[in-house]
C-alpha cells in the first residue's frame, strides 16, 4: 500500500510543469521620440498588456523556441489600428521593429527561478 502510495505521488509531481518567466524590457519612440519605456514580466504562454501614454497598447506573449530563443507574439494598437505579428528571434539581444514613424525595441531574458 505505502508503495502505491509513493508511485502515485512520484506520477503526480512529474504531471507538474514549471513554465518559465521572462522580464520584456522594450522602449516605444515616435518620431524619434521616446514615449515610453515600459518592462514587464510575463510567465510563458501567458499575455501580459501594456498601455503608454494613453494612445499605445501593446501585448505580448512569449513561448520558448530553443534555449536561446523564443517566440514573440506582439499585438500591437493605436486607437482603431491594430497589427499582430510573431517573430523568433534571440534571448538577451535586442530587437527593433520599425511601423511608420513607430519604432519599438525589445529584449526578453529569463527570469531566474
Not at 89 to 97: A, G, I, M, S, V
Request: charged letters at 25%.
Amino acid at each position: 500500500m505505502k508503495k502505491l502510495l509513493l508511485l502515485t505521488a512520484i506520477f503526480s509531481l512529474n504531471g507538474f510543469v514549471y513554465a518559465q518567466d521572462y522580464k520584456v524590457t522594450s522602449e516605444i519612440s515616435v518620431a524619434n521620440q521616446v514615449i515610453g519605456s515600459p518592462t514587464v514580466v510575463v510567465e510563458e504562454g501567458k499575455t501580459a498588456s501594456v498601455q503608454v501614454d494613453e494612445l499605445y497598447k501593446f501585448s505580448v506573449n512569449v513561448k520558448s523556441e530553443s534555449d536561446s530563443q523564443v517566440l514573440l507574439d506582439l499585438t500591437y494598437s493605436q486607437g482603431e489600428l491594430e497589427r499582430n505579428t510573431n517573430i523568433v528571434f534571440d534571448l538577451n539581444k535586442e530587437l527593433e521593429l520599425k511601423v511608420g514613424e513607430q519604432l519599438f525595441k525589445f529584449t526578453i531574458n529569463k527570469v531566474s527561478s
